[in-house]
């Protein structure tokens, strides 16, 4: 909507975030990166009845914040939302209380039964969606999963989806 360019931070951006807000009757601001929640939080001291809600998306994000970063979260954000039990953790470290645990994936539970699979010519397909970074996605643990079943005699395609992720001090 805003036609921002990346990393671009002209002020006049914060206004047109405002306008949407206004237009659109917007009560909760979700974000996902540090670049979003500190446009959302700009919206709130101009907005102060919005109510912010971040996605902690991984470990160590929240040791990387200076105390004056970490003041601002704790103070403007509303809810935070922990994928996990290690982020969960981590929240509580800082003294992040309002934070509630949603895991980022799916009951698999919903596909034990081999009747919910279709399998077209016994082919089983198989997708891996997430940014290619094993230490954290774990694509060497489904590499060595497909050898134990290639040895089985499954047949089966699987396809990567996914970025290269690269880590960089000044990304935000």
């Given at each position: 909507?805003?036609?921002?360019k990346r990393r671009y931070?002209?002020p ?5 975030l405002?306008?949407?807000i206004?237009?659109?009757?917007i009560n909760?601001?979700h974000s996902?990166?540090?670049?979003s ?9 101009f907005?102060?009845?919005i109510?912010?809600v971040?996605?902690i998306?991984d470990t160590?994000?929240l040791?990387?914040?200076?105390k ?10 509303n809810?935070n939302i922990?994928?996990s039990k290690?982020v ?5 470290d800082?003294?992040?209380?309002k934070v ?10 919903n596909?034990?039964?081999?009747e919910?699979f279709?399998?077209e010519?016994n ?6 969606v997430?940014?290619?970074d094993?230490l954290?996605k774990g ?20 396809n990567?989806?996914g970025?290269i992720y690269?880590y960089?001090?000044?990304?935000y």
């Amino acid at each position: 909507f805003l036609n921002k360019k990346r990393r671009y931070k002209h002020p006049k951006y914060i206004f047109q975030l405002l306008n949407i807000i206004k237009k659109h009757n917007i009560n909760i601001v979700h974000s996902h990166n540090y670049g979003s929640k500190s446009w959302s939080i700009l919206c709130k001291i101009f907005n102060p009845n919005i109510k912010l809600v971040h996605t902690i998306h991984d470990t160590h994000i929240l040791c990387n914040l200076n105390k004056l970063n970490l003041f601002l979260h704790k103070t403007f954000i509303n809810m935070n939302i922990a994928i996990s039990k290690a982020v969960l953790k981590e929240c509580s470290d800082f003294d992040i209380n309002k934070v509630v645990q949603i895991y980022n994936g799916i009951n698999v539970k919903n596909f034990s039964n081999k009747e919910n699979f279709n399998i077209e010519n016994n082919i089983l397909n198989i997708i891996n969606v997430s940014r290619i970074d094993y230490l954290k996605k774990g694509q060497d643990v489904l590499i060595k999963a497909l050898k134990i079943c290639k040895d089985k005699g499954l047949k089966f395609k699987c396809n990567f989806v996914g970025g290269i992720y690269f880590y960089c001090e000044d990304s935000y």
